[in-house]
């Protein structure tokens, strides 16, 4: 229930309501679906995880490209004192 309220809007407790009602229609798929305990936490888990990994997606491609954390430099690129002037001993 808890990773549907970071992904689903709802207010009040109209909205907490209907969430219980979608958690218990989902909860219920999964369980017919299943062909066993672990089968069933298998699923439930992946789908928990498949709606983690859309949503942080759907965030990180609509932040501008530069915000996005993916700078052209690493900070492996940047070079010590030392090190530079071995390179231009070469």
Known sequence: MDTLKRHL??????GLHELRKIVERFEKKIYSAATSQSDYFRKISLKMLTMETKSFNAATNSLPSNSAGHNKKSPNDK???ARKKALRSK
């Open 79 to 81: 070079k010590s004192p």
């Open 9 to 14: 809007p709802i207010s009040g407790l109209k």
